[in-house]
């Protein structure tokens, strides 16, 4: 064998390879604009907590649907995946599932007024039990970090529209948040860049908090404790 056939014969298989990877690649772009369009809809419809409590229920709701088509989309994207190679693949959907996590704990926390625990965030984006995909712990945390800062705007707004119980709900909820965040040792660094930032979405709701107080506008009942 010459020179020239054992340099085809090497690299020949390589381009194979690519274009291999480039097709799953392709695929996986197409599935993910599936997948996108809920999100978008989602977001759209839970920004009415921002103008008005009427409606919350009902976008809640709608929300709980459009989680529909993205676990179709997601397990169309199980079918797709390499097995073994989710993290090769895994940039074209880490920050959409991160928005998605945020978003199932947006819900949670408007229907139930808790903090949502991992497991129940997979199964409502349909990640769990996969063969090929997972929920991964990092993005988990990074939407509940975007959860807390989608609370602080959601605490100004509230006042604006005469809701002072929400606020002080808010507070709590978002201080036991931080007081969980602060007993891990954050080695990843775009995470605990956005943990840095959770300070400022606290101190944003405890002076909400403090306004509410100073004006004599802190309920006695039903939503929290003054703040002294």
Known sequence: MNTENIIESIFTPFQ???NCEQDVREEIRNIMKDIEKPL???ITTLQIIHRSQMGEEAACGTARNLFE??????SRLNDVVPEGQYYRYNDHWRYATQRLCFLAA???FLEKGFLVDKVTVAEILGLHEKSRLHLDLEDYLMGLLNLATELSRFAVNSVTYGDYNRPLQISKFVAELN???RLLNLKNDSLRKRFDALKYDVKKIEEVVYDLSLRGLVPNSG???SVE
């Open 16 to 18: 194979e390879s690519i």
């Open 40 to 42: 978008r809809e989602i």
């Open 69 to 74: 088509d993205v676990r179709a989309g997601f």
């Open 106 to 108: 947006l819900v949670i």
């Open 179 to 181: 007081a969980g965040f």
């Open 223 to 225: 939503g929290g404790e």
